[in-house]
């Protein structure tokens, strides 16, 4: 069964961003997408991730039509299925980070994995408030958060930007590698060409749907 099926979606909000966006994803399988800044990266992915109804199109998470239902199946589906990486990461700031990824732990009943944070490199953060961490440091204590939530798919919406190019290939093996340990599913937003490739598929978002070249 797959585990996202994108149906001909089209969406825009003063004018049309994309249409005909058409995409599945199995178990174990991740997918970069790139394109213009501007072209509606974002709002792809959050339409993927039960955030944001599109104007035209079917999403089906799991084999569920999403769309189709009260807000209840698409909460439910956020708590424990879906873990979304945002591109500004929203972390509660007044906290410490191993507040913030313990609480989404406790949410979701899951363990929080020490082993991740060493492979994050932010285990030594842990009691740092996440106000004096960097942008990069609070990046990677938000994918942790997510992960230690044990999400069967993942949306991450450019998860290595304010990340230098050694981290940057660390964050992303975790994410692939959590994907092929757990059978989990990744949909990943980027503008490095080079991470892309680590990818089961590498498409580009055109006004006229998803290609394979930019
Ligand atoms: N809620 C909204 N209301 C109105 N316009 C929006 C909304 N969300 C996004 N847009 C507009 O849609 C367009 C696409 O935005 P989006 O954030 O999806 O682009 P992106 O491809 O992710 O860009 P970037 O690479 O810069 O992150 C932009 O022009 C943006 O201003
Ligand atoms: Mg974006």
């Given amino acids: 069964m797959p585990l996202l099926q ?19 994803l199995e178990p174990k399988e991740s997918m970069a997408i790139l394109g213009v800044s501007g072209c509606g990266k974002s709002t792809l992915l959050h339409i993927g991730a039960t955030l944001l109804p599109p104007q035209k199109g079917e999403v089906l998470l799991f084999d569920k039509n999403i769309y189709q239902d009260d807000d209840t199946m698409r909460l439910n ?14 972390l ?4 410490f980070a191993n507040e913030n990824i313990e609480l989404a732990s406790l949410i979701s009943g899951q363990e929080m994995d020490e082993g991740l ?3 994050l490199g932010i285990a030594e953060l842990m009691h740092s408030k996440i ?12 994918i942790a958060r997510v992960l230690s939530k044990k999400p069967k798919i993942i949306f991450a919406d450019e998860p290595t930007g304010n990340l ?6 660390d964050v992303m093996d975790v994410l692939l590698e959590y994907c092929a340990h757990e059978s989990a599913a990744l949909m990943v937003v ?3 060409q080079q991470l892309a ?9 055109h006004k006229d749907g998803l290609k394979e070249e930019a």
């Fill in 77 to 90: 589906l956020r708590r424990y299925d879906v873990g979304i990486i945002f591109q500004h990461h929203y």
């Fill in 117 to 119: 944070l060493k492979r």
């Fill in 164 to 169: 230098d190019d050694k981290t940057a290939h």
């Fill in 6 to 24: 994108l149906k001909n979606i089209s969406h825009g909000f003063d004018y049309t961003l994309f249409e005909n966006v058409s995409l599945t």
């Fill in 190 to 192: 980027t503008h490095n």
């Fill in 92 to 95: 509660f700031k007044g906290f």
């Fill in 131 to 142: 106000g004096t961490l960097s942008g990069g440091q609070q990046q990677r204590v938000s």
């Fill in 197 to 205: 490739r680590a990818c089961t598929y590498v498409n580009y978002l």
